[in-house]
């Protein structure tokens, strides 16, 4: 693919964005809507990160210009939904409306070309720390946010180095072994919503990591994250479903500053 050259996709997925935060990677992912196309566009929870914006303001010009891109995209004909999310739950007093060509929904079901069915939702439901403890997971947003910070620091160091970025929050989520029986328990219990539903699979965001994998006869899908993992879910014109990580070719790319040069496609194995 040529580097101005656009990919053309039947559906993409992403989540998880938290816009209004220093550790959204605006950049990359204006760079990735740039260079992709699609009939539909799902958005799906913490777009705008409301908790965040309560304790304090932050909105650069790139927040500005990703949602710009998106509105942009919606008038030229992309249908765009709005999956609200727990970071950005104030959007559940408008599903059903529709602004800026963009529909606001609690979940949605999907039709894939080859006629499967997908339940599409945050997956905040399934968090029984956002359910019951609402107070834990406030606290658990702000200890991550110092990992981010740390993270910021750690990757521009690495970048001095010519290193490629590398997510520290990522890497210590998997190897706290609560943390790994969290995520199996949440893709489990998403998994039994859509079987029991009667459905082939379910996509959601929420816990931040890209995932696809058949479980007990359901496809789980997550779509990972704009924060940590810049990964989207694709479903091709033929209704192949794919994980996307968008790679930097230069790993000195700050996070207040588009990329230079445009960013690679790099689709990873279910």
């Keep these: 693919m040529s580097d101005q050259a656009s990919q053309h996709y039947r559906s993409i997925w992403i989540s998880d964005l938290h816009l209004g935060t220093a550790g959204c990677q605006a950049g990359y992912l204006l760079d990735f809507l740039k260079h992709t196309e699609s009939d539909q566009l799902y958005l799906v929870g913490d777009i705008i990160d409301g908790w965040a914006l309560k304790r304090s303001w932050y909105w650069n010009q790139q927040h500005n210009d990703v949602v710009q891109k998106i509105l942009r995209k919606a008038r030229k004909g992309t249908r765009v939904v709005y999956i609200a999310g727990n970071h950005d739950e104030v959007v559940r007093q408008f599903i059903g409306l529709a602004f800026g060509g963009i529909d606001i929904q609690d979940e949605v079901v999907h039709t894939m070309a080859d ?46 180095f010519g290193l490629e970025y590398w997510s520290l929050s990522q890497y210590l989520k998997h190897k706290v072994k609560k943390a790994v029986n969290f995520v199996t328990q949440f893709e489990e219990a998403v998994a039994r919503e859509a079987k029991a539903r009667g459905l082939d699979g379910v996509i959601c965001g929420h816990i931040h990591k890209a995932e696809m994998r058949e479980i007990d006869g359901v496809l789980y899908c997550n779509d990972g994250d704009w924060v940590e993992s810049l990964s989207a879910l694709v479903e091709t014109l033929e209704g192949e479903l794919k994980i996307i990580h968008w790679q930097p070719r230069r790993p000195a790319v700050r996070r207040d500053e588009p990329p230079r040069l445009p960013e690679r496609l790099a689709d990873a194995p279910a």
């Design 115 to 160: 006629g499967r069915r997908f339940l599409v939702l945050h997956g905040d439901l399934f968090d029984g720390v956002i359910q019951c403890a609402r107070w834990l997971a406030i606290v658990g947003d702000r200890a991550y946010e110092i990992t981010l910070k740390l993270n910021r620091w750690f990757n521009h160091l690495r970048a001095r």
